[in-house]
Nanobody, 133 residues
Framework: QVQLLESGGGLVQAGGSLRLSCAAS????????MGWFRQAPGKDREFVAA????????YYADNVKGRSTISKDNAKNTAYLQMNSLKPEDTAVYYC??????????????????????????WGQGTQVTVSS
């Protein structure tokens, strides 16, 4: 069973930065596509960013594009989300998720589905990010 553990959340002022980490265990991390989602109180879970299994292809939600960078270190079984120029509206619980389709999902399919929570098989418990104005 794959387990994902997020860390790195916290309280930061608007304009600041955070790097979230997602440590994986119990599976073949290098074969998984990874995603980050977030959920603010009273709102649906929202896609943030995704990365293909080998780490060479990424995709971002429009509202974080240019401010965030997703990466994965397959040697360390860890995915990251670097967030810069944080805004109060970025306040949410951030979740990482693993998609076991990995490279078997052709690129066009991955682009079409990586923003959908249903595409992911494993989820972490989340880490709180709070951005003060």
């Amino acid at each position: 069973q794959v387990q994902l553990l997020e860390s790195g959340g916290g309280l930061v002022q608007a304009g600041g930065s955070l790097r979230l980490s997602c440590a994986a265990s119990g599976g073949t991390f290098s074969s998984y596509n990874m995603g980050w989602f977030r959920q603010a109180p009273g709102k649906d879970r929202e896609f943030v960013a995704a990365i293909r299994s080998r780490g060479g292809t990424t995709y971002y939600a429009d509202n974080v594009k240019g401010r965030s960078t997703i990466s994965k270190d397959n040697a360390k079984n860890t995915a990251y989300l670097q967030m810069n120029s944080l805004k109060p509206e970025d306040t949410a619980v951030y979740y990482c998720a693993a998609d076991k389709r990995g490279g078997s999902a052709i690129l066009s399919t991955w682009y079409a589905t990586n923003h959908e929570p249903a595409s992911y098989d494993y989820w972490g418990q989340g880490t709180q990010v709070t951005v003060s104005s």
